[in-house]
């Protein structure tokens, strides 16, 4: 446990979602600079998820007050500026896997730590994959970058918590070979 308590800084519940996770190599988005990143779906039952983000983008605006403003002569109202939660059924309505639920893109040039709900490290990259549940370190801050001001939202570490539905509509190599008989050889 930290002794340090950083108002920016986020754990979410257990039941947070992967998607889009691309966690072992960085990529790069529109030309810019490859980053490791990932999708976290929140459901609007984890009052306390979504409560905890809420109150983080707060104090990232309160404390990136002097970078928001920037050479304009005040701070933009919080409701005018970007900010990392959206709702999965205004802005994702055809994607089963975003219904009523909340979701957050975190990113990070640097690698996050990856551990199974008992820590320890995980190193089979077959392990963490689109539509796993687990838990994500995450740290809001506020940004002001050609124009675009907001809040924006750091990725820090994963934890893996249990297996879940591949989304993306890959199917796993243990799934596909689960069963021993082959009806269509030689037939």
Known sequence: MSKFNNPMKVIT????????????????????????SVSLIIPKSDKTTV???NAAIKAAYEEGQSKLKGNGRSV?????????LRDGDLERPDDEAYANSYFINANSPSAPGI?????????????VYS?????????????????????ACGLNNLQKIKDGEP?????????????DV??????
Do not use: C, H, M
């Not at 933009?76 to 990392?84: D, E, F, Q, V």
């Not at 551990?115 to 392990?127: F, L, Y």
């Open 13 to 36: 519940g257990p039941n947070t979602r992967w998607s889009y996770a691309n966690v072992w190599e960085p990529k790069s988005i529109n030309g810019g600079a490859p980053k490791y």
């Open 51 to 53: 409560d905890k983000i």
């Open 76 to 84: 933009p109202a919080l409701s005018a500026i970007k900010t990392p």
């Open 115 to 127: 551990v199974d709900a008992d820590r320890n490290i995980i190193i089979d990259r077959s392990e």
């Open 131 to 151: 539509g796993v549940y687990g838990r994500a370190s995450i740290s809001l801050y506020a940004f002001n970058s050609n124009g675009n001001k907001g809040i």
């Open 167 to 179: 989304l993306g509509g890959k199917s796993r190599a243990e799934d596909d070979f689960a069963t």
């Open 182 to 187: 082959d009806d269509d050889f030689l037939s």
